[in-house]
């Protein structure tokens, strides 16, 4: 049974008191699977990852590449001594986070998935649906460039939302674990960051960027550069002890608070480097797209984005950028 509250409803005990009792955790930087702290683990691959708390209501987090869906299991499995998880949270509706979902569902029926209302109707859409087939499809030929093995061809298959969870509400998943939902719709407008307030991890994923695999971040504002730097300095006000952005890289202890402190300057500079470079193209989007792309992926390395994912959400950033600096709120932009 889950119990649902306001974040308003909390008791003060737990926003406070409790988490002050909370061992401060060392500054790290995880770029691997396994453990993170205790009841806290990365599952199958560090970069499409599925975060696992382990407890008594084990809980699991993100789905990750269809391709990976064995890796998944197996790690599961032997994280959670083959008891079966009893919730599975999506952030958000893209390829690279719901890939596995349906099969993460066969293996465990009772298990129930848990996304945004948004994200749910994405997911009924025929139209989506192919999109995230076919990138996932496409996801196989890059796990075999990163070297990836035992990488299954089986195809995606759709999955559906058993239970809509509500922007700032509190999840009672067990008596010592809850769930606050946190809207975070910079990124994509479906989006949900997850809070486990009594461990203070966050997952985040994109709503605060990306590791470059070059000790720089990659900004992520898809479809709102207002409300993705507002979501990064809401996130940051939460003080997490244990940071998961999206893909590659945790991020514990006082590494937190730089990591963000980074990732707001990173988003200012990206804005400010596609705003000089669409005023060279004279507006023009595609040759925008190739120079942020020659500047910003072609020589990264590997594990990286998948080509054309790269491309469609750089696109998307640029598209967004142009429509900012034109609109109303053009003249804040931090």
Sequence with gaps: ???????????????????????????????????????????GSAAVPVYVVNGETPILFDAGFTALQHHYIAHIRKILDKRPPAFLFITHAHFDHVGAAGYLKSQWPDMKIM?????????????????????????????????VT????????????????????????????????????????????YWIPERRILIASEAVGCDDG??????EFLVDYDAY?????????????????????VVTGSDVDDYFQRALS??????????????????????????????????????KQPEQAYILNTRQRVMTIKSRISGPASGRIE
């Design 214 to 219: 070059t000790g720089g971040i990659q900004t």
């Design 115 to 147: 996304a945004s209302s948004q994200c749910r109707d994405i997911l009924e859409r025929p139209g989506a649906l192919s999109v995230i087939s076919e990138l996932n499809r496409q996801g196989i030929n890059s796990l075999r460039t990163w070297g």
């Design 150 to 193: 035992g990488a299954s061809e089986a195809p995606f298959i759709p999955v559906d939302i058993d239970l809509v969870v509500a922007p700032d509400t509190t999840l009672r998943v067990a008596p010592d674990l809850s769930v606050n939902t946190i809207h975070t719709p910079g990124h994509t407008r479906d989006f949900n960051s």
């Design 1 to 43: 049974m889950i119990m649902v509250a306001s974040f308003n409803c909390l008791p003060r005990s737990l926003d406070y008191n409790r988490l002050q009792s909370i061992k401060v955790l060392p500054s790290m930087r995880f770029h691997t699977t396994g453990k993170i702290t205790d009841g806290f683990h990365v599952a």
């Design 266 to 303: 990173s988003t200012l500079h990206f804005f400010k480097t596609v705003t000089r470079i669409l005023g060279e193209e004279h507006g023009e989007v595609e040759p925008t797209i190739e120079r942020i792309k020659t500047l910003t992926w072609d020589n990264r390395p590997l594990p």
């Design 229 to 249: 730097i507002e979501g990064l300095h809401r996130l940051k006000a939460l003080r997490p002890e244990v940071l998961c952005p999206g893909h590659r890289l």
